[in-house]
Structures are given as C-alpha cells and as structure tokens.
C-alpha cells in the first residue's frame, strides 16, 4: 500500500479513531439496532425456487415476487410507488446521486447520516447545512437561495442524537419555500406510526414530502431499503440511479420476508412493549441528562472526555452489558457519546442493571 494512505491509517491510531472489526460479545443487549427483536425470529419456512436473484433487475433479477413487495410496500406506506435497494446506504445514494442536479441547491440538517453526505456529493448539486434541528436557520437560508430548484434532507428520527426532526414546522417551511423535502425514516419506520408507518405518517405530513426512505435491516431485522414517491420518481430511478441499475437485485427471500413483516399484527404489541421498556428506562434514570427524545428507541449519553466514556463502557461490560462508545469522525470532536438502543425484548430487570450502572 503506498505511503500515503499507511500514513492516514498512522494517524488515525494515534488519534486513538482506529476502526476494527470485533465479533459482539455475548451479553445483555443494549447496542443493536434491532428494536423490535426481529431478527432472531424466523418469518416463513416456504421453499423458493432461486437462492438468489441471478442479476440486477434490469437484467434477469426482477420477479414477480419482487414487484409484489414494492407494490405492498407502497400500500402499506401510504405511497404511491415504492422502489427496493440493497440496503439504507445505496438506497440514499442512488436517490441524491440521480435526482440532484447542476444547478440545484440542497440543504441538508448538519447531521444526516454518512450515506446521505455521499450521496450529494455525487451529484452535481450545490449544498448548504443548516444548523440540527434549527427550523429558523434553515427558513433564513431558504429565504436567501437563488436556485431555481431547492432541496431540504432530513432524517426523522437521527442515529447519533436520538432525537427526531420537527417535521410539522419542516415541512411547512418547505411548501412555503416550494423546496422538495426528503426524509430519511431509516430508524422509525416499523417503530413509530400506526402499524410502523413511521413518524411522516405520524405527523401526517406526507403530501409535502417528495421522497421517504425506509430500511429493513433495524426494527424489521431483515435486510434492504426502500424509496418511497410518487410513481414518476419510481420511474426516474430505475432509469437514472446508477446503485439501482448496476445491483445484483436482492434475493427472492428477502423480498418474501419484507412483505411478510410490514404487515404483521403482532408487531403491534412489540412496538408497546418497547414504548414501555424506552418509559421504564427514562423514569430511572430522571437524573441524566439524555439528548434523546423521550420516545426514542435510542437514547444518547454525551461525554466531553473520552476516558470517562471509556470508564463507563468498562463498567456496563463488568454487568454484561455490551455496549461502544461512539467516537470522532462518527461524531463531532468534543462529543463522544454512548450510544444505548432500547429493545421490546429487554427485561425490566435488564434495564434496572442498566440505569444502576449509568448512574454508579
């Protein structure tokens, strides 16, 4: 490897950043993103024809299974047209890389995920960040664009803080604007809404919003993404969206699963008893100051100094309570943070071994 790039790799251990890959240990689990408990339950035991899906669909992978998941996604969802990638990570960047283009302007909240940055770097847009959450910045940048064509990029519910978007005052701002808003549902669609519809739904703003992005692989405990809009925009991609055209489509199972799991009736009460268990774990630790909703699966605790995160990441594992602190470049410098997901399936005794450790 050349020099240069063994440097960076130096660096970034001296920084004490270095990135490596760890198989989680067996414990109490506060750390997945599988909010519902999904992915330790088998969905159907049918025999399909194909282990995969030979080919992009464009090419040989497209079936009558898969289109049968996009137009029950799109039911489902309360969206006109739904289009399936291979995960959260593609489907961001097929979306911004193909429908921003020269000359348009996108404003994006500080703290979109990693996928969405790419994706608009990609394209040939112009970019602008506005300030998490602040609804007046953004309305004061609004305001000031001078393209003819403006783009706002969200997230509804956000990984690293926990906390959710004002989507309501958000999407007001946007009509008001005449901007497209795109909101990225990765971490509340199967959560929040009635049967999992998400927070758009929740806050009942989906006419105003362009595009929705929803993924499988964290409170469904499958795997796969989805863009949902209107069926002109369904269109554009499977023409424009470069991730799209150039993918080995998913394999008929995983469609089969996603269809399955949207529309069960007992996830209704998985959904209740993670509200519960999020509530029970607020109301002990009443004391910490949390940057999370109140509502949230995932709840963030930020600490300045990175040696007393570590000293409280080796206390919860003395409980055996897997967890990772959450360090620079993920986020800011000055901000590292424990990040702790709160599940349908954590025990009240489980989080009471939790809260006693947070607050030793």
Known sequence: MNERLLKKLLKRKELGNFRSLHIPEAGIDFFSNDYLGLSKVAISNAQLEYNGSTGSRLLSGNSGIAE???????????????????????????????????????????????????????????????????????????????????????????????????????????????????????????????MGKGLCYQNNVLSKIFARIITFGKAYGSHGAAVLGAESLKAYLVNFSRSFIYSTALPPSNYRDISQLVRLQELNQLRSDLKSNVSYFRKLCDSLSFLSDTTSPIQILEYPNAVELEEVVSRLKDHAIYTKGIYPPTVPEGKSRLRLCIHAFNTEEEIEVLATCLQS
């Open 68 to 194: 049968e998941c996009e137009s029950i996604l799109a039911a489902h969802f309360n969206a006109e047209s739904a289009l399936v990638f291979g995960s959260g990570y593609v489907a961001n960047l097929g979306l911004l890389s193909a429908v921003l283009q020269r000359g348009d302007l996108v404003f994006y909240d500080q703290y979109i995920h990693a996928s969405s940055r790419d994706g608009i770097r990609l394209s040939m847009a112009d970019s602008v960040s506005f300030k998490h959450n602040d609804v007046l910045d953004l309305t004061n940048k609004l305001a000031n664009s001078r393209s003819k064509c403006n783009y706002v990029l969200i997230e509804s519910l956000y990984s690293m803080d926990g906390d959710l978007a004002p989507l309501i005052e958000i999407a007001s701002i946007c009509d008001e604007h005449d901007a497209y808003l795109i909101v990225d549902e990765a971490h509340a669609c199967g959560v929040y809404g009635s």
